[in-house]
Nanobody, 124 residues
Framework: QVQLVESGGGLAQPGGSLRLSCTAS????????MSWARQRPGKGRDWVSG????????YYHDSVKGRFTISRGNAKNTLYLQMNQLKPEDTGLYFC?????????????????WGQGTQVTVSS
């Protein structure tokens, strides 16, 4: 079955950087889009950034625009999130998600597969 495994989370100081990775396996179809989402303490899960896999168009939530960069690995089954200029409000559990069918990359409810998440903590 489809598996998404995130890694790369940890503790960073404000202004620091982290790079998250997501490795996808167990599928033979071509997904439509992939995204990163996060769940901050005491809040729901929010969309952070996404990429359409047919053309590599990328999109970002306003709160991370200019600081985070989403990309795909050469093997095409790996997704990255480079996070720079981290802020304490970026703290949360970060998830990788895969969307199989056509639709808006920001609509998390329509994603078909999710990883278990990797914790990011930004604190001095």
């Amino acid at each position: 079955q489809v598996q998404l495994v995130e890694s790369g989370g940890g503790l960073a100081q404000p202004g620091g950087s982290l790079r998250l990775s997501c490795t996808a396996s167990g599928f033979a179809f071509k997904p439509y889009a992939m995204s990163w989402a996060r769940q901050r303490p005491g809040k729901g899960r929010d969309w952070v950034s996404g990429i359409y896999l047919n053309g590599n168009d990328t999109y970002y939530h306003d709160s991370v625009k200019g600081r985070f960069t989403i990309s795909r690995g050469n093997a095409k089954n790996t997704l990255y999130l480079q996070m720079n200029q981290l802020k304490p409000e970026d703290t949360g559990l970060y998830f990788c998600a895969m969307r199989v069918h056509f639709g808006d990359v920001v609509v998390l409810a329509e994603y078909d597969y999710w990883g278990q998440g990797t914790q990011v903590t930004v604190s001095s």
